[in-house]
């Protein structure tokens, strides 16, 4: 069973954080210029909200809020939702499924280690799945 913390080894990179007094403006240009869905928001370095495309779509376009004007804490999703390295991949579908969200914070106790999204599982999930069909051929070819 695949755990959390391969699929960050697999991944790589860091989490972009922003400061909670960040325009929302700025916030989508920063994740626009790094290809990413998602942005944690922090205060003082402490991570305290998440801001995602979703949440842009919901909270500033459908409300008609101005982005220049509108600043991340006001809008971002709060309290973040977890899941630690040695959880399962299967688990962290699960949790969002549940919550309904595409991105996961993982943490070991108070240190944020990363951040994985829907697709970083279901690339993880694609990857094993291929590496095994592998196998089970050369197996059964009998070239193991």
Do not use: W
């Not at 325009?23 to 869905?37: K, Q, Y």
């Not at 309904?100 to 990857?127: N, P, Q, W, Y």
């Amino acid at each position: 069973m695949s755990t959390i913390r391969e699929v960050l080894d697999r991944k790589g990179g860091a989490v972009v954080t922003v400061g909670k007094d960040v325009s929302v403006l700025e916030a989508i240009g920063i994740m626009s210029d790094a290809n990413i869905g998602a942005v944690v928001v922090s205060d003082d370095d402490v991570p305290t909200g998440i801001f995602t495309e979703r949440d842009y779509l919901r909270k500033i376009a459908l409300k008609g809020r101005s982005s220049a004007d509108t600043r991340l804490h006001e809008v971002m999703s709060s309290p973040l939702i977890t899941v630690e390295p040695g959880d399962s991949v299967e688990t962290a579908m699960e949790t969002m499924t549940t919550c309904r969200c595409r991105h996961l914070i993982v943490s070991d106790g108070e240190t944020m280690e990363g951040i994985v999204s829907l697709g970083d599982l279901v690339k993880h999930m694609l990857v094993e799945k291929e590496a095994e069909v592998e196998q089970l051929s050369h197996y059964i070819a009998g070239s193991y």
